[in-house]
């Protein structure tokens, strides 16, 4: 079965320099969930899109934005990298339900980015 | 805000011992999922529950919803070194809160 592909699975980048992850999520699925996990840590959410709209925004900082195209991929923009944005960066992607809720969530194998 | 939190933290089991993790909402929740993530792997989908009092079976592993629905627990029968991993439960508000809250994770460790 298709899953959610993300590229590049690995990035490594300066500070200050910018970077943009992709997510391809799995055939059908509507909605798009971007993730931040730091080492032992629990997924941070950061933000969502559900047909091309922004549906939800969590803690995602005002240097990163993200958008989800017309053929439903999404990309994650980020700038001004700092250390701390090391972190492995999930994608997941939901398909809408027969009662319009998304929730099950499927996740792709991420990226991990290295701020050096 | 709604949080919500998972214990413990860290458990070692021998192979073969049983294992529970309990997730605890401050809120009500309107369902709450449970993923599992292997080390250096990505969280993958285990279950949703989403009735009060609500119990499912998957082999060995036994979800749980509270009556009130504001706390549920997994628990692994017979651990095996394939049960490696972090236990993730993420709980959805209900109402008007729809964010989808996740608990800090129960790393579980087995020895073979």
């Known amino acids: 079965a298709a899953g959610v592909i993300q590229s590049p699975r690995h990035l490594i980048k300066e500070k200050r320099e910018t970077a943009t992850l992709k997510c391809y999520p799995i055939p059908r699925h509507d909605t798009v969930y971007w993730y931040q996990q730091g080492p032992g840590q629990d997924p941070q959410f950061l933000i969502s899109?559900?047909?091309?709209?922004?549906?939800d925004k969590g803690s995602i900082p005002d240097r990163f934005s993200a958008q989800q195209f017309s053929d439903y991929h999404s990309e994650l923009n980020m700038s001004s990298l700092e250390l701390g944005d090391s972190a492995l960066y999930f994608c997941?992607?939901?398909?809408?339900?027969?009662?319009?809720?998304?929730?099950?969530?499927?996740f792709g194998p991420g990226t991990r980015l290295t701020v050096l | 805000g709604q949080q919500v939190m998972q214990i413990p933290q860290y458990q070692h089991v021998q192979e073969g011992e049983d294992f529970t993790t309990y997730c605890n909402s401050s809120t009500t929740l309107s369902n709450i999922q449970w993923y599992k993530q292997r080390p250096g792997g990505h969280p993958v989908f285990l279950i949703q529950?989403?009735?009060s009092g609500e119990v499912k079976k998957q082999k060995r592993l036994t979800f749980q919803f509270g009556e009130a629905k504001k706390n549920s627990s997994l628990h692994i029968t017979a651990t095996q070194t394939t049960d490696v991993g972090t236990y993730f439960c993420?709980?959805?508000?209900?109402?008007?809160?729809?964010?989808?809250?996740w608990g800090l994770g129960t790393s579980l460790a087995v020895n073979p």
């Open positions: 899109f559900y047909e091309k709209m922004q549906s």
């Open positions: 997941a992607s939901s398909p809408r339900t027969s009662g319009g809720h998304t929730d099950t969530q499927y």
């Open positions: 993420a709980g959805r508000g209900a109402g008007n809160n729809r964010k989808l809250i």
């Open positions: 529950l989403v009735k």
